[in-house]
């Protein structure tokens, strides 16, 4: 069973960084998708950035320009820098991979970001 595990959460101010990190230990697969969505309180959970294997790249409008998505294939890592962080990107920040043969996904526990004064 695949674990993911996230890191990296935390408390900042506005117009603060914070940067997550993911890691599926042990795995033996090459993730065909990496992502990051994210849920607020009373909120679905929506797709932050998204990046595929040969490193195409998609942000949500609301996180262009301030989030930049990376990842290590050899490592199966996958990061979220955030910067000019926003009092309404609080929220709980799920990792999510898969593979495309055969099909699976998995899920980080998901890590708490909170923006606040």
């Known amino acids: 069973q695949v674990q993911l595990v996230e890191s990296g959460g935390g408390s900042v101010q506005p117009g603060g960084s914070l940067r997550l990190s993911c890691v599926a230990p042990g795995s033996v697969f090459i993730a065909n998708v990496m992502a990051w969505y994210r849920q607020a309180p009373g909120n679905q959970r929506e797709l932050v950035a998204h990046?595929?294997?040969?490193?195409?790249?998609t942000y949500a409008d609301s996180v262009q320009g301030r989030f930049t998505i990376s990842r290590d294939n050899a490592k199966n890592t996958v990061d979220l820098q955030m910067n000019s962080l926003k009092p309404e990107d609080t929220a709980v920040y799920y990792c999510?991979?898969?593979?495309?043969?055969?099909?699976?996904?998995?899920w980080g526990q998901g890590t708490q970001v909170t923006v606040s004064s």
């Open positions: 999510y991979m898969d593979v495309a043969i055969p099909i699976k996904s998995w």
């Open positions: 990046i595929n294997s040969v490193g195409k790249i």
